[in-house]
């Protein structure tokens, strides 16, 4: 996997850098400066070192959800999926991960859309949606290596999972830590709302996954515009912030909260992981 682009992410002096969605709600053109935006690291305001855009190429993963009572066809999964194919921009790259009880790569990074189309035949509906599992392997296996670049996972999923091994709150923390993004383009609920008490329902896991790391949710239904959507923002809309924190206790994660002067919309990870 190419290492070429690298950001550095923190800094010697205990720097903290910080990917975050900024718009302007009229959709003008010009850049956002740190003078509009406010950052609150625990409930305190911190000083904003350094706020600037963020046009380099990004890295997505597509996982999708193939698993054998998810509801949506194949031919459905394969269209999600290859809109992506044909809105990314230069020098960004997909992967496609189907998954069930494995996470399997469909098409390994790359960029030709011809090569990511004829690849979507692989995917088939069996086994059972161990969504968090897969998760912890894109994290582990894909994105982990190419820590400085922009990373995105996009979730083709309903959020349901039936099996992991790997917690859901253990998959927030390692998205949060890592400064991965998290969109899902969302299948209807297979369970209506009927799951264990003591597992978070599919819904609130999508919900809590793009709001917990900064993304946005989308129909599975509008497939064209949530492709066009997340490629565009991932390329026009991203920004990187720094700052010092003012007090870091040890080994405790800190709530974020980055805010825009009025008119302009800001999405960020919701929280700050320990280093």
């Known amino acids: 996997m190419a290492q070429a682009g690298r950001r550095q992410r923190s800094a010697s ?54 698993s054998l009572t998810v509801r949506a066809d194949v031919e459905k999964l394969e269209q999600a999926a290859r809109e992506f194919a044909y809105e990314i921009y230069e020098g960004d790259q997909l992967m496609i991960v189907g998954l069930d009880e494995q996470a399997e790569i469909v098409a390994d990074w790359t960029d030709n859309a011809k090569s990511i189309e004829a690849s979507l035949k692989g995917f088939r509906k069996k086994g059972q949606p161990h969504l968090f599992d897969a998760l912890s392997a894109v994290i582990d296996q894909a994105l982990r290596p190419l820590a400085g670049q922009k990373r995105a996972i996009v979730v083709i999923s309903d959020g349901l999972d039936r099996g992991s091994k790997t917690s859901f709150e253990k998959i927030l923390a390692d998205l949060q830590a890592n400064d991965i993004t998290v969109y899902a383009v969302q299948i209807a609920d297979r369970t209506r709302g009927a799951i264990r008490r003591d597992v978070p329902k599919p819904k609130q896991v999508v919900e809590k996954l793009v709001e917990g790391t900064g993304g946005l949710v989308f129909p599975i ?53 320990p280093n």
Do not use: W
Not at 233 to 259: C, I
């Open 221 to 273: 239904d509008e497939p064209g515009e949530a492709a066009k959507g997340i490629c565009d923002e991932l390329r026009k809309n991203r920004y990187v912030l720094s700052y010092v924190p003012s007090s870091a206790p040890f080994g405790e994660a800190r709530r974020l909260l980055v805010v825009g002067d009025p008119g302009i919309t800001i999405r960020s990870k919701a929280m700050q992981q």
């Open 13 to 66: 002096d205990g720097g903290v850098s910080v990917s975050v969605v900024a718009k302007r709600d009229d959709k003008s053109a010009p850049h956002i400066t740190s003078k509009q935006v406010a950052l609150y690291d625990n409930g305190v305001e911190q000083t904003i070192r350094n706020f600037s855009p963020d046009p380099s190429p990004a890295r997505i993963v597509l996982l999708v959800d193939n």
